[in-house]
């Protein structure tokens, strides 16, 4: 069972109580490792919205689209969302904001395994469980085919995961 809880109109995931990582057992989001978050992300907040509107309107369409994309381009130009988008560090964003770039994408989930005998040290130097999320940065129309890669892997207990993306 997940409860949805409401912070700041936002539908927040992370806030609820989670029964579905371990039989039996009702934790936070805090409490989960990489592995649990990564399958609680992908199958209640990424499958459940895979299907609905985008910010209430219908979403973005990928070859034609200028429309939308003008409009969400001014709204984050004006609120200054694209600094924000760079340089938050967690989870789920705070505010639901239209993606100005890479708005046309799927995810996936994803598992790091490194060589035997690695010299990397840190989340690179064992098997690490993620997110992966391709994408096109704009309408094909105005913009092109531009291929995003953002990649999120999920750390154990009660941090941030890290994330990379090009």
């Known amino acids: 069972m997940i409860t949805n809880a409401t912070y700041r109109d936002t539908p927040s995931i992370i ?8 039989t039996g057992q009702r ?12 399958n609680y992300l ?5 499958r459940p919205t895979a299907y609905e509107n985008y910010q209430g309107e219908t979403r973005p369409e990928v070859f034609g689209g200028i429309g939308q994309f003008s409009k969400s381009a001014l709204e984050s130009i004006a609120n ?10 967690g989870d ?49 129309l105005g913009i092109g085919v531009v ?3 953002g990649l999120k892997f999920l750390i154990d207990g009660d941090h941030p995961s890290e994330t990379w993306s090009s």
Do not use: M, W
């Not at 992908?42 to 990424?46: D, M, P, Q, V």
């Open 27 to 38: 934790l936070t989001y805090s409490e989960l490792t990489g592995p649990e978050k990564c």
């Open 92 to 140: 789920e964003l705070e505010v639901p904001k239209p993606k100005l770039f890479h708005t046309y994408g799927t995810t996936a989930k994803i598992r790091f395994t490194p060589e035997p005998n690695t010299p990397y040290t840190g989340i690179l130097s064992k098997s690490a469980y993620g997110l992966a999320r391709f994408s096109y940065a704009g309408p094909v």
């Open 42 to 46: 992908f199958n209640a907040g990424i």
């Open 147 to 149: 291929p995003g890669l």
């Open 80 to 89: 200054h969302l694209l600094s924000q988008s760079l340089t938050r560090v």
């Open 15 to 22: 806030h609820d109580e989670i029964t579905t990582a371990r």
